[in-house]
C-alpha cells in the first residue's frame, strides 16, 4: 500500500541520490488546460472544484495523464482555511479571491478560532484520501497551505492587494493585533498540515506568498517566526515514512540562510535567485525547489528547453534539488510546452549525473 513506483521526488526532498532530477509544477492543475477548464464549467465553479473530493481528485490527476510529473499536489487553496474560519470566502468574476467579512475590528480578530480540520476542512481531508487512493502508489501526494502571514494579507485585506496598505498598517499601528492573528493561523496551518498528512499527503508545502513584500526586520518578525512555529509542529513521519516540508517565500532569496535554518527539508526558490549562490550559502542543510522563470513556459519549445537546461546547469548534479517554476504556471502557457519542459529535466538531468551534459544532442 505505501510501495511508491516513483519516490524520486521525495527522495530529492531528503537530499538522498536520485536518477534524475525530479519535477513538478506550482498550480500544474488548472486554467491552461483545456480539460481543467471542461471540468471546471461542469462543477460550476472553482469553489465547487475544491468542495468535491471526487472533482478535485480529477483535476489532480489531469496533468499526471499528459505529462510524466514526479509528484501530485492536492487540488485545493490556500483560503479554505480562513473560510473555515468563518471569513466568508468567494471569487468575484475574473477578479481573485475576496472574503465577505475581512478581519478589521479588534473583536473580530479576538473572535478568530482554530478551525478543526476534520470539521471544518472534512472536504479537503476526504479529498487528500481520495487522490492518495487514486495515486494508487505512482507518484507522492503533496499537501500544503498558506503561511500564516500570506493567510493573514487576504484575512485584512479581504482580497489580493498591490500595497498591502490594510495589513502593513495594523503592523505598524497594532502590531498586537496582527500577533493574534498569526498565533491562531500558525496554530490553524499546522493542525491543518498534520491532518493532511494524517489523510494521506507524503509531503507538505507552505506558501508564503507574500512574505517578500515585508520590510526586513518585519519580516523576521511576522512571517518567518510563525513558519518556524508551524514547520517545528509538523508530524515528521507517517507510516513509517519522513514526510518533508518545504518552505517557498516568494522575494524570499535574501533570507534564505535564515529560512533554510527553522528545521524544514526544502526551500523553495523564485526566478530572481542564483541557485548556485543560493546552494553556496545554504550549504547542504536544505534541499532546493525551483526556480525557472514561468514565463519561460510562453516562449518558443527550443527557448524552453534551453532555459530549463540552464536551471539545471546551475544547480548542478549534487543531490538535494526538485525542479518547478519559480512561482506558479500562467494560465496562458501552451500545453505542449509542458511536455518539452519535462522531457527536457529527465533527459538532460540523467546525461548531467553521467556526466555527459555538456555535449550538444547528437554530438
Ligand atoms: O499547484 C496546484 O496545482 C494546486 C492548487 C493550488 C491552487 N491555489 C489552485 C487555484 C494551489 C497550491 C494554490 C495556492 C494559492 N492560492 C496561493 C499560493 C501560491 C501562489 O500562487 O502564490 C495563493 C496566493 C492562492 C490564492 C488564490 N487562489 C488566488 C490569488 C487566486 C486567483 C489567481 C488566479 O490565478 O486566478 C486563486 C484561484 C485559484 N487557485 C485557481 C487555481 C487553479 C484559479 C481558479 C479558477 O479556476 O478560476
Not at 521526488?9 to 538522498?16: K, N, S, T, W
Not at 513538478?24 to 465547487?48: C, D, H, I, V
Not at 480529477?58 to 479554505?80: C, G, H, K, N
Not at 533570507?255 to 524544514?264: P, Q
Request: with cysteine; glycine share 8%; hydrophobic share 40%.
Amino acid at each position: 500500500m505505501n510501495r511508491l513506483h516513483n519516490d524520486t521526488f521525495l527522495r530529492a526532498l531528503l537530499r538522498q541520490p536520485t536518477d534524475y532530477t525530479p519535477l513538478w509544477l506550482m498550480r500544474q492543475a488548472g486554467r491552461y488546460l483545456p480539460e481543467y477548464n471542461e471540468t471546471r464549467a461542469r462543477a460550476g465553479s472553482f469553489l465547487k472544484l475544491c468542495h468535491s473530493p471526487s472533482l478535485a481528485t480529477e483535476v489532480t490527476l489531469q496533468p499526471l495523464a499528459r505529462y510524466d510529473l514526479d509528484a501530485a499536489i492536492l487540488f485545493s487553496d490556500i483560503l479554505t482555511v480562513p473560510d473555515a474560519m468563518g471569513l466568508g470566502l468567494y471569487f468575484a468574476d475574473g477578479e481573485g479571491p475576496r472574503f465577505e467579512r475581512p478581519l478589521r475590528e479588534e473583536w473580530e480578530i479576538r473572535a478568530l478560532e482554530v478551525p478543526d480540520p476534520y470539521v471544518h476542512l472534512g472536504y479537503v481531508m476526504d479529498a487528500v484520501a481520495e487522490i492518495r487512493r487514486a495515486l494508487a502508489g505512482s507518484v507522492p501526494l503533496i499537501g500544503f497551505s498558506g503561511s500564516p502571514f500570506t493567510l493573514a494579507c487576504y484575512m485584512v485585506e479581504g482580497s489580493g492587494s498591490d500595497d498591502f496598505r490594510h495589513v502593513k498598517t495594523m503592523l505598524y499601528d497594532r502590531p498586537d493585533l496582527l500577533h493574534h492573528i498569526l498565533e491562531v493561523n500558525a496554530r490553524a496551518v499546522t493542525d491543518y498540515l498534520n491532518a493532511q498528512i494524517e489523510s494521506g499527503a507524503q509531503a507538505v508545502m507552505i506558501f508564503d506568498t507574500w512574505g517578500g513584500a515585508l520590510a526586513h526586520r518585519a519580516y523576521r518578525e511576522f512571517s518567518l517566526r510563525y513558519l518556524e512555529q508551524v514547520v517545528s509542529g509538523l508530524k515528521r513521519e507517517h507510516d513509517g515514512h519522513r514526510v518533508p516540508s518545504v518552505v517557498f517565500t516568494k522575494g524570499g532569496g535574501q533570507w534564505l540562510e535564515s529560512i533554510a535554518a527553522i528545521g524544514c527539508d526544502a526551500v523553495g526558490l523564485d526566478w530572481t535567485v542564483d541557485p548556485a549562490q543560493a546552494r553556496a550559502r545554504v550549504g547542504d542543510r536544505v534541499a532546493l525547489q525551483g526556480n525557472l522563470d514561468p514565463m519561460v513556459l510562453l516562449a518558443s519549445p527550443a527557448a524552453v528547453a534551453a532555459q530549463a537546461r540552464e536551471v539545471l546547469d546551475a544547480f548542478g548534479p549534487a543531490p538535494g534539488h526538485v525542479f518547478n517554476l519559480g512561482h506558479g504556471i500562467s494560465q496562458r502557457t501552451p500545453p505542449e510546452n509542458v511536455a518539452v519542459l519535462v522531457d527536457t529535466v529527465h533527459a538532460y538531468s540523467r546525461k548531467q549525473r553521467s556526466g555527459n551534459a555538456e555535449q550538444p544532442a547528437g554530438a
